[in-house]
């Protein structure tokens, strides 16, 4: 076989029921020049059985007998991949057809792209669609500071050129891919492609749903690494950033309005993030904050004009009287 376009690593752990749709997805891509690197590891169930009946030349196979996690086994398939690009599928996601033709493309017409996301639909362990995109697409330019807050791509969407591999680091298990994703976000150009490329399944066994507290210890220290570069500790203001009440207070919205300020004033004095980017993100961020606290009534509409975080819009107006106005007619 000529040399593959672009390798796909698969890791592959006790993932009988899901493995075999994931590889066919991957053989039946419109892009023929590809190479599979199926990592099983360390899989007890029927996983290696079903992988062996696969007869495709451009499938490799690689086993350890002893478990790696997902991280050492994406590193195992990285060091065998032949392709000039490199992407990857979790062995529960599927591929649509035209995934790895829509990402060559774009980086064949964006060469300053170095990784490169997609959208990707969310389905459930049956496969029924679960509704909006698991990925919110958002400019290039606005990734790296919306990784101070979240990982924003989606593993088995991603696509890298060779010269951007890096290794998974296993000590970030299970958020090794955001810890690489703010490695690269400093070196190289992250684009999502706004096209649903992916079917990303939701399920019990997500490595997420499985290690809850390993996940929030790892995206701590990811979240602290970055804030050091910003002149600042990691504190609680942050976290709950993205663990949002249900029934926010008063008090705090206004201690995550003080938290966000100190980050622009930080990146002013530091600037880590290019100001105008970071400073729309921290704006969207207030935006959806008060939002989210629509149950503070309609005093909330002054509380987001007053901040100096506020970047109105008319959508944005609507939205929030849209949230507002049924509390207020019910007065």
Known sequence: MSTPLVSVIMPVHNAAPYVEAAIRSVLEQTVERLELIVVDDASTDDSPQIISRFSDPRICRLRSETPLNAAGARNLGLAQAQGGMVAFLDADDLALPHRLEAQLRTFQEQPEIGVLGSLAESIDENSNALGDSFVVPRPPDEIPATLLFQNCLALSTVMLRRAWIRPFCPAFAPAEDYDLWVHLAAETRIAILPKRLVRYRT????????????????????????????????????????????????????????????????????????????????????????????????????IYHRSPLAAPTTKRRALLLRRLLPRLLRR
Not at 231 to 241: D, E, I, K, N
Not at 259 to 271: G, I, V
């Open 203 to 302: 399920h019990v066994e997500n490595v997420s749903s499985r290690q809850p507290e390993k996940m929030a210890a790892a995206v701590a220290s990811i979240w602290s690494r970055q804030l050091t570069q910003l002149g600042l500790h990691l504190a609680p203001s942050h976290s709950l950033l993205s663990h949002w009440p249900v029934h926010p207070t008063r008090s705090q919205l206004h201690e995550a309005e003080q938290w966000l300020l100190a980050l622009r004033t930080a990146n002013a004095q530091r600037q880590v993030y290019a100001r105008p980017a970071f400073d729309r993100v921290l704006a969207a961020r207030w935006f959806s904050l008060c939002l989210d606290s629509w149950l503070l009534g309609f005093s909330l509409w002054s």
